[in-house]
C-alpha cells in the first residue's frame, strides 16, 4: 500500500484511517509481544502487568497495545514529558532508552519502570516508543504497605539514559542491579523492554515506508480527534447534572479511609472532584494523582465507550481534580507502595456517580478492587533468592444484563498465571485454588464469587510474606437494592491471621489461606429468576440455604 503523504488530519479518508489505526495498534501489540516473550519474571511472562505505547513526536499517544494494564492509561505521555525537563528533546539520539521509576512522574510506585525511546525515520524524529513493566524487586520493603515514606520502598530512579545510542549506560545498570535482590530477573525484564521498544520502532519505519506518510502529526491529529469525538458523544447521551458518591474502605489500622466523589456533566464534558477525599497516612496506600486520574478516566470509558480504540483524545473530554495531601493526591515523599489498595476503589467511586444517570452501564463494585495481593521472598533449598507474588482476584460486580464474572479482575486486568510457573519459581505448594461458595453478592444479578487459594510453605528456611489486602472491613457493596459480596480473610492453619498491609514470616510447613471477596449484586435480589437461582445451587456457586435465605428460593 502506498499513499501520497498528507498535512493535514482531515486528508485521511475514513477507511484508509480504520486501515492506519488497526495497524498502529498491532505494531503496540507486537512491541507487547516481544516484552511479553523476553521477560523473566512471572509478573509480565504470566500475568501481564505491563504496557506498551506508541507516541508521535510530540508525546502525545497514537496506539496502546490491546491488552495494556488500565493503570498505566494515559501516564506514559506524562512521564515521557516529565523526560523531556529532565533531558531535552533536542538531545535524544538514535538508539537512546530513557528510564525512570519515579512514583510522582510514572505510574505511582517504584515497582514500575517506564522507559522511552525515540524512533527515527530517515534522519528525523517521528515517534517515541514507550512501555512500562511491574519489576520483581526495586530494593527496600519489596511490594508492601507498612512503609512511611517512599524512602523507604525501594531505588527511586530519576529520568536517566539507560542507553545511550543502542549502548548500555553502565553505571545506571550496575546501580539498578546492585539494589535488588533477584537480579538476574530484573536485568531480564529490563532488557525485554528494551526489545519490546526497538521492536516498535522497526514495526513503524515499516509502516512509514508503506504508506508513503513523512509526517505522523496529521494522521495523530486525526486519530486523536477521532477518540476525542466519541467519547464526547457518549459524555453527550448522558443526562447533566451532578452526583454524589461515598466509599468507604479498610484504610490502615486507625487509619480508615473514605473516597468522596462529585461528578458533573455538563454538555460532551465530564469533571469528576474528590474534595473530602480522607488526607494522606503515613503509610503506603497513598495514590499518587498520574494513578488517580487513570483508575477515574478508564472506568468511564469501559462504561459508555468502550469500543472505540484509545489514545491521547479519547481523556480530553474529561478533566479530574483531587485535592494535594489527600490519599488521592498526596506530597512527596509519601509511602505510595500499595498505591492500588486505594486507587482501584476509584472505579466503584465512579459508577457510584454513574449509575444515577446511567444505571444501566454499570457495575456493582467488584470483590477484586482492590486486588489481594501476597508476596512471598526469602531463599530456595538451592539457596538462591526467590521474590513470588500469587496473583489471584476476586469476582467482579453484577451488571444490568449478567451476573458478575467469578475471580476476574477489574478494573485492573492482571491475570492470575499458571500455577505451575509460579510453583517453579518458588519454594511453595498451592493446594487448593476454587471458586468461594456463596461469596458473590445476592441480586437480581449475582456477584461474581471469589476463590479459596492455600498455599504451604516449602522451603527449609522462614520466609517473608507481605499481604497486601482490604474488604477485610469493608466487602464490596451491590448497587441498587443488590447485596454486598463476602468480604477477603487471609487466615493461617492454625487460626493466626496476619496483618492485612503489613510484613510477617511463615515457617516451614506453614499453610496460608488466602479467602478472595465476592462481588457486589446488583438489583433486588427477590427479582432473581428461580431457574437461575436452582442452577447456582446445582453448580455450587450459591448453597440451598443461603439460596432460600437470601433470594426466597424454595426448590
Not at 528533546?89 to 519502570?113: F, Q, Y
Not at 512501555?131 to 525501594?154: M, N
Not at 459524555?235 to 461515598?246: K, M, Q, V, W
Not at 461528578?263 to 494523582?289: A, E, K, L, W
Request: proline letters at 6%; one cysteine or more.
Amino acid at each position: 500500500m502506498h499513499v501520497l503523504s498528507t498535512t493535514r488530519p482531515n486528508d485521511f479518508d475514513p477507511v484508509s484511517l480504520e486501515i492506519y489505526w488497526s495497524r498502529l495498534i498491532s505494531i503496540t501489540d507486537e512491541s507487547a509481544a516481544a516484552l511479553v516473550r523476553t521477560a523473566f519474571s512471572t509478573i509480565v511472562r504470566e500475568s501481564n502487568d505491563y504496557a506498551t505505547v506508541l507516541m508521535d513526536a510530540n508525546g502525545d499517544s497514537l496506539a496502546e497495545n490491546t491488552a495494556g494494564i488500565p493503570s498505566f492509561v494515559g501516564i506514559l505521555p506524562r512521564t515521557l514529558r516529565h523526560m523531556f525537563e529532565r533531558i531535552p528533546k533536542e538531545s535524544w539520539r538514535p538508539g537512546d532508552c530513557i528510564i525512570t521509576n519515579d512514583p510522582w512522574m510514572a505510574t505511582g510506585h517504584l515497582l514500575d519502570v517506564t522507559m522511552a525511546s525515540p524512533i527515527f525515520h530517515k534522519g528525523k524524529l517521528v515517534a517515541f516508543s514507550g512501555s512500562t513493566a511491574h519489576l520483581p524487586d526495586i530494593g527496600g520493603s519489596l511490594w508492601s504497605a507498612d512503609c512511611r515514606e517512599v524512602y523507604e520502598e525501594g531505588l527511586r530512579i530519576p529520568p536517566v539514559k539507560f542507553l545511550r545510542e543502542g549502548k548500555p549506560n553502565e553505571d545506571v545498570f550496575d546501580f539498578i542491579l546492585g539494589n535488588v535482590r533477584v537480579a538476574e530477573q530484573v536485568r531480564g525484564d529490563l532488557f525485554a523492554q528494551v526489545s519490546a521498544q526497538q521492536v516498535c520502532a522497526r514495526r513503524l519505519s515499516e509502516f512509514l515506508d508503506d504508506t508513503g506518510i513523512a509526517d505522523l502529526a496529521p494522521l495523530s491529529g486525526a486519530l486523536q480527534t477521532r477518540a476525542d469525538r466519541a467519547m464526547r458523544q457518549a459524555i453527550a447521551a448522558l443526562p447533566d447534572g451532578e452526583y454524589r458518591s461515598t466509599v468507604l474502605a479498610d484504610g490502615f489500622d486507625e487509619h480508615e479511609t473514605r473516597i468522596e466523589c462529585r461528578m458533573m456533566i455538563d454538555g460532551d464534558r465530564m469533571h469528576i472532584d474528590y474534595t473530602g477525599t480522607s488526607p494522606q497516612i503515613p503509610r503506603g496506600i497513598n495514590c499518587v494523582m498520574n494513578y488517580t486520574h487513570a483508575y477515574t478516566v478508564y472506568p468511564v470509558k469501559c462504561a459508555i465507550d468502550p469500543l472505540t480504540p484509545r489514545n491521547e483524545g479519547s481523556y480530553r473530554s474529561m478533566t479530574v481534580a483531587a485535592p494535594e495531601g489527600s490519599i488521592l493526591n498526596p506530597r512527596y515523599p509519601a509511602a505510595v507502595h500499595a498505591r492500588q489498595l486505594t486507587g482501584h476503589l476509584l472505579a466503584g467511586a465512579v459508577y457510584g456517580c454513574l449509575a444515577q444517570a446511567a444505571p444501566e452501564k454499570v457495575i456493582a463494585e467488584c470483590g477484586g478492587a482492590p486486588t489481594t495481593r501476597a508476596l512471598f521472598s526469602g531463599t530456595d533449598k538451592a539457596g538462591h533468592r526467590f521474590s513470588q507474588i500469587i496473583f489471584a482476584s476476586g469476582g467482579m460486580g453484577a451488571g444490568a444484563a449478567n451476573d458478575g464474572l467469578g475471580a476476574t479482575a477489574f478494573p485492573t486486568n492482571v491475570g492470575a498465571g499458571s500455577i505451575e510457573a509460579f510453583e517453579s519459581a518458588a519454594p511453595l505448594i498451592v493446594w487448593k485454588k476454587e471458586l468461594r461458595q456463596d461469596s458473590g453478592g445476592a441480586g437480581r444479578r449475582r456477584g461474581g464469587l471469589g476463590q479459596d487459594v492455600v498455599i504451604e510453605v516449602a522451603s527449609d528456611e522462614p520466609i517473608r510474606l507481605s499481604v497486601l489486602a482490604d474488604r477485610v472491613r469493608h466487602p464490596a457493596p451491590g448497587i441498587l437494592g443488590g447485596q454486598p459480596g463476602a468480604p477477603v480473610d487471609v487466615v493461617l492453619a492454625d487460626g493466626t491471621r496476619p496483618h492485612p498491609k503489613s510484613r510477617s514470616a511463615l515457617k516451614p510447613g506453614d499453610k496460608l489461606t488466602i479467602r478472595y471477596a465476592g462481588g457486589g449484586g446488583y438489583g433486588d435480589p427477590r427479582q432473581r429468576e428461580p431457574a437461575t437461582i436452582a442452577d447456582d445451587v446445582k453448580n455450587g456457586y450459591v448453597s440451598a440455604e443461603a439460596a432460600r435465605r437470601l433470594y426466597g428460593w424454595t426448590g
